[in-house]
């Protein structure tokens, strides 16, 4: 599975749109950009997957670039409980692909 | 429709007993995975499991640890004659059959004293 590189940490106002950026320089054409986040120290908890359009759902957005090198995750107003380690992960959807997660990005929501 | 289960949510040996984590997957879910994080630390995949067979176990440590998903019944993840390393967080995943996404349980907490 390609390695991804997040920011370690960042900061976001109560209510305002956060943007999580991820590079995956070296993805492969048949990988997906998968999106969880632990809220501390629960299991963690599936967003967003996308191969190469645009995601949306009830939970965020996913912005993957035409290259495909970099994503963006889009939490389009967030709360205090939004408060959580974002992990953006790349693997081929398939049966018995584990998720490789790295360090995440620990993002704070402050009200 | 309930989630994934996991039990008991804390569990405390003593050095050299055993732990036995049970974690039973989404309905219509048949593979199962484990995955286990240290303090401070990221998780990391231990083993991946089907009804009845185990398929990629690359994760799991070579001794002590061992794994089933029998027919009837949930997932076990056992460790034998534990030691003070093997305190963390071990959350098994279930995956929806179609499209591939793993669902998380709330985690076993062991703390070895």
């Known amino acids: 599975d390609a390695k991804t590189t997040q920011p370690p940490s960042m900061d976001c106002a109560e209510g305002r749109a956060a943007n999580l950026p991820c590079n995956h320089s070296t993805i492969s054409g048949n990988e997906y950009v998968y999106w969880y986040r632990q809220i501390h120290s629960q299991g963690p908890q599936y967003i967003i997957h996308?191969?190469?359009n645009n995601e949306t759902n009830e939970m965020a957005s996913l912005i993957i670039t035409e290259d495909r090198k970099s994503s963006t995750l889009i939490l389009p107003h967030a709360t205090l409980r939004d408060t959580a380690v974002y992990y953006c992960?790349?693997?081929?959807?398939?049966?018995?692909?584990?998720?490789?997660f790295g360090g995440g990005t620990r993002v704070l929501v402050k009200p | 429709n309930a989630g994934v289960m996991q039990n008991p949510r804390h569990l405390v040996r003593r050095r050299g007993q055993e732990a036995r984590l049970r974690c039973s997957p989404m309905k219509g879910h048949s593979h199962v995975y484990w995955y286990r994080q240290l303090p401070e630390e990221g998780l990391k995949f231990m083993v991946y499991l089907q009804k009845e067979n185990i398929i990629d176990e690359s994760g799991m440590p070579k001794e002590r640890f061992s794994a089933e998903f029998p027919k009837e019944g949930p997932s076990i993840l056992r460790i034998q004659q534990v030691v003070r390393g093997d305190s963390a967080a071990y959350f098994c995943a279930s995956q929806t059959p179609e499209t591939y996404e793993q669902y998380f349980g709330p985690g076993t907490r062991l703390t070895v004293t």
């Open positions: 992960i790349v693997r081929v959807k398939a049966a018995g692909n584990k998720l490789t």
């Open positions: 996308g191969l190469k």
